[in-house]
């Protein structure tokens, strides 16, 4: 039985934990969700078939829930010929709703996840007070509890089990009628409010003109100009911050007038230890040997367009 696995990942939590899956599930595929985003946004007009019978989803938290490409793809894939589906979401610690969003989408077509797992992991998130980047020693723990929830986390998927991890996680306050406002109204920030700041991400002195951001930055946002990235108000940001992160220099910061106090001044960065550069890269190509678009033309209005169809993993 084939298994596909969509992941999307900022600075390779969520591409470990995928990839450590591909190789344990047998029969399974590791499929981009921002090569697919990037590559076929202009192409999608109809909701893409996808025939795999166990189907998941790896991706960090982003503002206790799903991140917004996430969104995206779920709302783009018909999942009705599937027969298992799961989530696996890797986060710092807060309470998660992104299970509850993802049902939503999937109600639509008549399903909901059969499992959701929730995997703590290194936080990356420079801009909040409460970011430290951990020690050896504090990654040796994380990755022991890492190791120990994935095995848990294979076998169910394996059996197909019906299992869905407890959602709790750090909050704002003992109240509870005050965590039900707080954690909407993040949420509602990270994803409505902070689109809208123009210059959200800005480098300062330190920049070296090396192009990395631009190479690595998933939703191809960030372009080189005279040897400095500029982030185009035209292209929507995933808020993955893979810039942030991998930038060799720490220049890139956070705009924090208009939004909410950043720190990434003073705070250092988080990739995780295993993920390099070129990890980045790979993420967003979508090599047609693997990924097999079918698609054909209709009419869309008075227009004839590509539509892609169906989304079938070629080995
Ligand atoms: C924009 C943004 C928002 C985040 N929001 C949360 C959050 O609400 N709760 C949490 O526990 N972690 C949050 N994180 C941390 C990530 O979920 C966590 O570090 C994750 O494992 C990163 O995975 P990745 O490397 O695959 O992107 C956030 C990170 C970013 C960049
Ligand atoms: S990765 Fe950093 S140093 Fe390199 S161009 Fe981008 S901002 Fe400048
Ligand atoms: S600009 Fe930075 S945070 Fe936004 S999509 Fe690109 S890499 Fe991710």
């Known amino acids: 039985m084939t298994t596909d696995i969509y992941y999307f990942s900022g600075t390779g939590n969520s591409l470990y934990i995928a990839k450590t899956l591909k190789n344990h599930i047998s029969d399974s595929n590791l499929i981009p969700i921002a090569a697919i985003l990037n590559e076929t946004s202009d192409k999608i007009n109809n909701s893409i078939k996808n025939v795999t019978e166990t189907i998941g989803f790896v991706f960090p938290c982003h503002g206790l829930t799903i991140p917004i490409p996430v969104k995206k793809i779920l709302k783009l894939l018909n999942l009705s010929s599937s027969k298992y589906i799961f989530a696996i979401v890797t986060r ?5 709703h992104g299970f509850s969003a ?12 059969d499992a959701s797992f929730i995997i703590d992991m290194g936080m990356n998130d420079p801009k909040l007070i409460s970011f430290f980047v951990p020690t050896a020693k504090e990654l040796k723990v994380i990755e022991m509890n890492v190791q120990e929830k994935l095995n848990t986390i294979q076998n169910r998927i394996t059996n197909q089990e019906e299992y869905h991890d407890d959602i709790s996680g750090d ?13 909407r109204l993040v949420a509602f920030t990270v994803h409505y409010i902070a689109p809208k700041v123009k210059k959200y991400f800005y480098t300062d002195s330190k920049c070296v003109g090396c192009g990395i951001c631009e190479k690595v930055c998933l939703s191809r946002k960030i372009s080189m100009v005279n040897d400095k990235p500029i982030w185009q108000n035209h292209i929507d940001c995933y808020y993955c911050y893979t810039c942030l992160n991998f930038c060799p220099t720490e220049s890139i910061q956070i705009y924090s007038k208009f939004y909410m106090k950043s720190y990434t001044k003073e ?3 988080y990739p995780h230890p295993y993920a390099r550069v070129k990890d980045m890269i790979n993420q967003k190509k979508c090599p047609s040997s693997f990924i097999n678009l079918r698609s054909k033309y209709s009419t869309i209005g008075k227009k004839e367009k590509l539509v892609i169809t169906q989304l079938e993993v070629v080995n």
């Open 102 to 113: 993802i049902n939503k989408i999937l109600n639509k077509q008549g399903r909901q996840l």
């Open 92 to 96: 710092g610690g807060s309470v998660f």
């Open 171 to 183: 909050t704002f306050s003992r109240f509870n009628s005050l965590n039900y406002v707080l954690e």
């Open 267 to 269: 705070k250092g960065r």
